[in-house]
């Protein structure tokens, strides 16, 4: 299974890939996380453990299996014979914009079974994290000192 979506934002890259790397955050800007716990300890890196609960969801870990800053990190979770692959991907733009893809891929031999369940729901949870990743962005963008 796989869900994606994409979304223009109008802020320099560096204030989006700050926004969306303080992952203890995101329940800020975004309704679809309620908590995230950094479990070995801040700022988020290419080693880093991560516990994340989200309403109407199991709390899962994952483990961030690629970091390359100011544009990608991935981070893996297992359970249940799923294998999920989170992607935050960052591409420059024209003049302080960026265009932010976000991402699950899920395999295992549970993936379509877990899809079909809980697929909805996963697509409603990218799409409030991309746009509440942009409200907070464009907001910190047009705030001096941002």
Known sequence: MQFETRIEIAAAREQVWATLIDV????????????????????????SRVRI???????????????????????????????SVGSHRITAGPADRVTVTLALHQ????????????????????????NGLKARSEARASTPGG
């Open 53 to 83: 609960k989200q309403p109407r969801l199991k709390a899962l870990e994952w483990d961030v299996t690629e970091f390359a800053p100011n544009e990608v990190f991935n981070w893996t979770s297992s359970t249940f014979g799923v294998t």
């Open 24 to 47: 203890e955050r995101w329940h800020d800007w975004t309704k679809s996380v309620t908590g995230i716990e950094l479990l070995t300890g801040a700022p988020l890196s290419a080693s």
């Open 107 to 130: 395999t295992g031999f549970l993936a379509p079974l877990v899809g079909f369940l809980t697929g909805r729901l996963t697509r409603r949870y990218i799409d409030m994290e991309a």
